[in-house]
DNA sequence: AGCATTAGGAACCAATTGGTACAAAACACA
DNA sequence: TGTGTTTTGTACCAATTGGTTCCTAATGCT
């Protein structure tokens, strides 16, 4: 009927993605995005309207990509012990630190960022930390030390991991040492495994 | 020798501290932070150089503001046990939110913006983080349940604390729920209680 | 009183910001 | 082969960004 895209819609969103993730959003200019993104201005707006939408649109990209893959981990079933996956996953953040990937999460930065001001963006974000929350929830609930506990325990304790996990992404984005998230993790472990009926 | 300033420097600085802890370093913008501070481009320029010195500036004054205000809380030997000091500390972040302060900390805020593409700003932060650090270390040396551990168990522990903190921050500034915080809080609270030797 | 020195304030600046208009180009379908 | 529809890319836009210039005003010291 018209006149097909030339871009690779998949290729561009990832290039975005990829812009935002390492300069934020304030901090991505259109010049960079549309070079990452390999497209010019008419073409930007036209797929997807502002820069302010096309975040949104790459929001959702971040939770299909990243954040589905944290919450995989947590779920996965291979890892018996689901305390075995939480650690698993508090590696991978120590592991992108020692690769001196120091771009943290794009959620993360985002939560600290615009969500602050922009009711769109904060309840984007608020969806995907929930998602991540149940994800904790979920690992917890596989954990034979916590399996037992109550719901409303469980809760707690993934609101924790949480919140550990922001300050993580956020303390490696600022760079600091890989020693500080080292510890900070391992203490977090003992604590938990700590755990006792 | 010369002319004085006119302005009340304390109030000037103060008002850049506000502007910048609402809006973030890139967020304030000059108009905003001359109209905060109550002055001009000619006198900001001839005082501060420019945005990222005064910003640095402003950070040691966030320092002698707040994180100072925060660390002689945890050292505070008033309070007996470091464990009811450290209680104190997050409880006072839940009653920021309370009273719908949402600006977060100005500090991991900074930590989650410039500092990761700035050495200075970053060598800034990471000085004022290590400041919190110590504070904890300091309250953890004098809780009870505590004190016997060693060194490095101490360490590890503070840091942990630190990473809670700088969560905590993030998620108050993107608007989380008051539980989410309250939940995150008392279950580190019951986690770092249950520790016994 | 006069001079050196500094603060204050407005006008000005180039560069960049996000966003739009519009014409040319590429296709689908008849 | 046309015709309608949509994508592209360029040129353009006003507004805002952080930063400078420069003249005037205010002061301290001699």
């Given at each position: 009927m018209a006149r097909p895209r030339e871009f690779n819609e998949d290729k561009a969103l990832e290039g975005a993605m990829n812009v935002f993730w390492a300069h934020g959003y304030e901090g991505a200019s259109l010049p960079e995005l549309l070079k990452g993104m390999g497209l010019t201005r008419g073409s930007l707006y036209k797929a997807y309207k502002d820069k302010k939408s096309l975040f949104i649109n790459i929001l959702h990209r971040y939770d299909e990509a990243e954040v589905e893959k944290a919450t995989q981990l947590l779920g996965?079933?291979?890892?018996?012990?689901g305390l075995d996956r939480i650690d698993k996953l508090f590696a991978s953040v120590l592991s992108a630190i020692e690769q001196?990937?120091?771009?943290?999460?794009l959620l993360c930065s985002a939560a600290a960022g615009p969500a602050h001001n922009d009711k769109q963006i904060s309840e984007a974000v608020h969806g995907l930390l929930n998602k991540m929350k149940s994800g904790f929830e979920i690992a917890l609930k596989d954990s034979s030390q916590h399996a037992e506990l109550s719901k409303e325990r469980l809760g707690q304790l993934a609101d924790l991991l949480l919140t550990q996990y922001v300050g993580l992404r956020i303390l490696s984005r600022s760079q600091a040492s890989k020693e500080t998230l080292k510890r900070s993790i391992s203490s977090l472990m003992i604590l938990l495994n700590s755990e006792k009926e």
């Open positions: 996965d079933e291979n890892l018996k012990d001196e990937d120091y771009r943290g999460c």
